[in-house]
């Protein structure tokens, strides 16, 4: 067993939301959806090619099939939603405090033939001009304790304001009622906006956003509160420890 390898706990947590095998149909069988989850992380790991997983996980092209298929039957967002509600339900998610940040992912030299079309709420293209050169960037949002809560994928020239309130949308969980909002929002000067602090004031949350030189438009910061946004840049840096998210 690899160390990138899911347990047995964790793979009992999610193997419902695969597809069913199908038994007692024409065709070949298909191959263990295990296996094939383990040599999708592997890749994420390592950051290889999909020709260099190891052959213990099965044919790289069958994985490679596999991944693409679930990517577009939304296995993946299912798996996502599907958990966060459940340790919601398990009262196990902080909302004292929730932490915005966007980070840049430089594009890898493989990627120059990729389409340049620019899409802001789209992760299919994603790729972009920046400071730091072809890139993608990806926007943040966690509780707390730096359990993500959503992703949001754009061209890398996308700046963060813009792409605050579609981040907040795209929690899977509902924010209607004040009880189940975060008690305070924290984010850097990159997002300070009128309609951002808007946004925040129309919720009744907290405004933990700083002000900009020579700006005071929330004059309400706290400075403590703000301390405790670092779980964000730590997320950050812990999901690029995935080789295939740093590039």
């Given at each position: ?10 793979w009992?947590?999610i ?5 069913k ?5 024409r ?5 263990d ?8 992380l592997?890749?994420?790991y ?25 990517c ?8 996502w ?29 493989s ?10 709420n ?32 754009t ?15 795209s ?10 909002r ?16 808007n ?46 998210i740093?590039?």
């Open positions: 067993m690899s160390r990138h390898d899911v347990t047995d706990v964790e009992n947590a193997r419902v939301y695969f597809p095998a199908r038994n007692g149909k065709g070949r069988p298909w191959s959806h295990r296996k094939t989850l383990n040599g999708i592997w890749l994420l390592v950051g290889a090619p999909w020709r260099d997983i190891p052959g213990e996980y099965g044919k790289w092209q069958t994985i490679y099939g596999r991944f693409r298929r679930w577009r039957e939304g296995v993946w967002e299912k798996i939603n599907n958990l966060l509600k459940r340790i919601d339900r398990e009262g196990l998610l902080d909302r004292t405090l929730w932490c915005v940040d966007g980070t840049i992912v430089r594009a890898h030299v990627a120059v033939g990729g389409s340049r079309k620019l899409s802001t789209s992760g299919e293209n994603g790729l972009g001009r920046s400071r730091g050169g072809y890139a993608t960037k990806l926007h943040v949002v966690c509780e707390g304790q730096g359990i993500p809560l959503a992703v949001l994928p061209a890398g020239n996308i700046n963060e304001p813009t792409q605050f309130i579609p981040l907040m949308n929690v899977p969980l509902s924010l209607k009622r004040k009880e189940k975060p008690q305070a929002l924290a984010g850097d000067k990159a997002y300070v906006a009128n309609y951002i602090f946004w925040i004031d129309q919720m009744q949350i907290e405004n933990v956003i700083p002000n900009r030189k020579n700006e005071n438009k929330n004059p309400n910061f706290c400075k403590t509160t703000y301390r405790k946004r670092n779980v964000v840049e730590r997320l950050i840096g812990k999901l690029k420890l995935f080789r295939r740093a590039t």
